[in-house]
């Protein structure tokens, strides 16, 4: 998988959870696809996380966020789920 990443090929149902490139994230979901735009091509894209579908890449962001928060490094978990029961 990661070898079809380097080449930019495409891999279907495949979510990627990335460093934002916009300030007001902490992490952005895309799907892998959408990555491989023109828009996205000059962008430095860290990928921090890959799942198997948005739901997994949703669990995989809180999962982040959650260890982010127990080591300290984010506060005010709540405001990152706004509009997720949590």
Known sequence: MFHRIRE???IPFLYCVVLP???S???EI???HELLSDLY???E???VGLAAG???ALV???RIIDDLASEGKIENVEWYFCGEET
Do not use: G
Request: avoid cysteine.
């Open 8 to 10: 930019r090929k495409p």
């Open 21 to 23: 490139f916009w300030e």
């Open 25 to 27: 994230a902490v992490l």
């Open 30 to 32: 895309y799907e892998y």
């Open 41 to 43: 091509e000059e962008k």
């Open 45 to 47: 894209v860290v990928i």
């Open 54 to 56: 948005k739901e997994d």
């Open 60 to 62: 995989l962001v809180r």
